[in-house]
């Protein structure tokens, strides 16, 4: 186990990225503040078992600044209803360059589609992967 005090959710210059095991209820809330610092322009959360409610909480947390510039979710277990508040984050995120979904199986055409109707608003967007 880690020692006191030292978290894997932490903002490390514009960038926060977090690989592989179960994201904590613990680490989601410290999460989730770090998506509220204009400072963050990179998040990865990879293969952390990442659910609809919480990619819509960190979307929603994004929302807040719109700084972020990467967003990387890919190898995770959310899927349309989180696509929904990841639509809404493209338009309003004006920075937004690069969007990873790849590999999120509850992600079906329906939430592909709702991601896809919302980049006529993303005009930063050159980096979308949705499979």
Known sequence: SMAKGTSRIALKGSRTIVSGGYLSDAELRDLLEICK???LEWLTLRQVHLENDGAKRVAEA???HCEIRKLLLPDNRFGDSACEAIADLLVSCAHLTMLVLSRNPGITDSGAACVLRSLRAA???QDLRLC
Do not use: D
């Open 62 to 64: 994004l929302r807040q």
């Open 37 to 39: 610092k204009p400072a």
């Open 123 to 125: 005009q930063s967007l």
